[in-house]
């Protein structure tokens, strides 16, 4: 298997480890994360 794709999968699996174990990362929806992402955004053109 490619080294990028296995590097991908190890990633997701860490990210659904992650979320499955915190309890607000549980709570969260695209609703409550709109303004977090627009917010970060407005950071990153910033920097």
């Given at each position: 298997m490619d080294?990028?794709?296995k590097a991908?999968?190890?990633l997701l699996t860490i990210m659904d480890e992650l979320r499955a174990q915190c309890p607000w990362d549980q709570q969260q929806t695209f609703e409550?994360?709109?303004n977090l992402t627009?917010?970060?955004t407005?950071?990153?053109a910033d920097a």
């Open positions: 080294e990028r794709l991908f999968e190890r409550t994360l709109r627009i917010e970060e407005y950071e990153l």
